[in-house]
């Protein structure tokens, strides 16, 4: 049992809680959370820590599976939540490759310009798995994906979902397109509503920074400007919110193969 | 010029940020920003503050409106946010009375039952003025609408949205069935889509904790079971962007008077 701050385990996790770096160069991420632990595929787990308490309700859950228990004292320390369930993995990280992008026909994508919010970023992982998008390209300047905050919100979508971080954000709208992929923008040129275009073939979705929306460069690049039309005063949506109800209807046209 | 930690004003700030109680018993609430101060109803706001700095860069805005100067150091003390802007406002609460919620014929309403985070409730009152909803039932053990960071993620929708704290929700939804309000819960007993459903006629969804869901006593008064379809091993969406693809549905049903 651990039972000092000073432990190089310990350690080790309280900087990979707080370091996009030392994440990287360890090729791992942390998970919180009994839910979280469940679902990670098992050859992804390099190492669980449970904490004493947590040890003694459930030991049953871990009959012949290594793990480390941690004096609750220590597991709170290391813990990034306030109320810790008593249980963390490292787990390694993931490494798609574009092919694995082209698995379906008429695929579905978003492309993440500069999202900075963890909870935004972790809500469109799961919503995205929810409506049935087929992966995720993210711009280098988006928050880290394995920052715990936005772990904790994709709900495990993290695991399942296949995502690529991209040097140049322009460039990848142009391979879509060379694909036969269709990119939208919502954006404020927009002329027709959303649920106006047909998403039935391949479709892709900019979705811009929460303040800022997204650069004119990228913006230029899309084949569709469309708008999410809006009641009262409200002038933008929230980012997650906005992608949210984009692919939700993409989901909706799919569902029932309908046509608009 | 305020320059103390001690001054009896900026003592007060600080507690109205952190004490319901406190903001309760003075009848007012804090915004922060130059966006919600401009978008504050003028007859509403009690009391402006802006930092030295604000001041001097942005005096033009103030000319013959009455405002405190606070020094630098004290204003980022006294406020909420990490990189303050520099101006901040006591504004009035509001007290909204059940009429006011029956202005328009077929009227849309969220019933949102014990929902705790304040990002999602911010988020889904600007979202719910995006979407042409006419008002916003609470129950009593939601977040506080008037905690800063619910203010903050409400984008200034705080000032336009009809709201109401019920002390019983399930009462509530009696009176808004015998108005002829159909009333529609998000549910895992849900058998069609919620796109699959028409709601031109009078519309409430009830939408219920992050966690939890609904309570089984508010979810059996419901006229209707809805589901939100979900791909791959998403179990739930975010309670805020589950309750925006309602809200949309219901606005892009309406916006082209469309049946479904």
Known sequence: MITSTSNQQIKKIIQLAKKGKVRREEDVFLVEGLRMYQEA?????????????????EQKRFQDKEIEIVEDRIFQNASDTITPQGILSI????????????????????????IQDPGNMGTIFRTAEGAGVDGIFLSKDCVDIYNPKVIRSTMGSIYRMPFLYTDCVT??????????????????????????????????????????????????????????????????????????????????????????
Request: charged content about 30%.
């Open 41 to 57: 595929p098992q050859e992804k787990i390099v190492k669980t820590y449970v904490s004493e308490s947590f040890w003694k309700r």
């Open 91 to 114: 787990v390694r990280q993931y490494h798609y490759q574009m092919e694995e992008f082209w698995k379906k026909e008429n695929p579905f994508f978003l492309v993440l310009e500069n």
């Open 171 to 260: 460039d990848l709208v142009t391979q879509l397109q060379n694909k036969k992929v269709r990119v939208f923008a919502a954006h404020l040129k927009g002329e027709k509503n959303y649920d106006q275009e047909n998403y039935l073939s391949g479709t892709a979705f900019l979705i811009g920074n929460e303040g800022n929306g997204l650069t004119e460069e990228l913006a230029q690049k899309a084949d569709c400007y469309i708008k999410i039309p809006m009641a009262g005063k409200v002038e933008s949506l929230n980012a997650a919110v906005a992608a949210s109800i984009l692919m939700y209807e993409v989901s909706r046209q799919r569902r029932g193969r309908r046509e608009i």
